[in-house]
């Protein structure tokens, strides 16, 4: 655990930092200068299409918006930041940059799970909230390896069922993860144990609302992009483009 008497220097450090009180978070907007020429950098490479812009506006909203300095105060917000990044953006950089040739997503299916799961072991969630390097390790990390998961299920030619499955269990291991954090009986994370207070939550209710969120709404980009995989498997019997 990490003393108390860190916890708000380590919050204070975070990028996106200190947490924000109710009544100035519409102000927290993160204008980084490097932040945002990477993003512009980003849509200049994939947003010829519309699912590079949306990749670019969900990664906007991941750390532009205020919801950055959210996450740096609640468990719940940094979940929803989460899901951003491996439920949104990364198959929608997958259908901007498809994969050329298909292949077997259950390794990656694997990496990606293990990944996001030892990320939210509470002293590597705890370490990464508390390391500006660290920090963006866990963001990168996630993105990246749910992008390669994602371009391998979305690939031109990757047989459907395959895909639905790959697809279905990727929202079963976030619905795992999140149960486990609805239920725990206690709060794991000591980097978030303060802030909540400011919003309403205790630690334990707002580790219950991210637990919520990661089992429930989270299905509903698996549902959406497994329509998408669905629909290109009609179009095909069809005869039509995919």
């Known amino acids: 655990m990490i003393p108390d008497a860190l916890i708000a220097g380590s919050l204070a450090g975070l990028y996106c930092g200190p947490a924000p009180d109710p009544g100035a978070i519409w102000g927290r907007w993160n204008l980084d200068p490097l932040l945002l020429a990477a993003l512009a950098a980003l849509a200049l490479g994939i947003g010829r299409s519309w699912a590079g812009l949306a990749a670019v506006a969900a990664l906007a909203a991941a750390f532009v918006s205020p919801l950055c300095a959210l996450s740096a105060a609640l468990f719940s917000a940094r979940v929803v930041h989460h899901l951003l990044l491996v439920a949104l953006a990364a198959p929608l950089i997958a259908l901007a940059l498809p994969a050329k040739v298909p292949r077997g997503a259950t390794p990656l299916f694997l990496i990606a799970t ?91 209710s707002d580790q219950q609302l991210g637990g919520i969120i990661m089992w429930v709404p989270a299905g509903i980009p698996y549902a959406a992009f497994g329509a998408l995989v669905a629909l290109r498997a009609w179009r095909r019997l069809q005869g039509r483009p995919a």
């Open 114 to 204: 293990a990944v996001l799961w030892a990320w939210h072991l509470p002293q590597a969630y705890d370490a990464a909230m508390a390391n500006m390097g660290l920090y963006w390790v866990m963001q990168v990390t996630l993105l990246g390896t749910a992008t390669a998961f994602w371009r391998a299920v979305l690939a031109p030619g990757q047989p459907t069922g395959q895909a639905g499955l790959a697809i279905l269990g990727a929202y079963m291991q976030m619905g795992l993860l999140g149960a486990l954090l609805t239920f725990a009986p206690d709060p794991l994370y000591a980097i978030h144990q303060w802030a909540p207070l400011s919003w309403g939550f205790t630690p334990l």
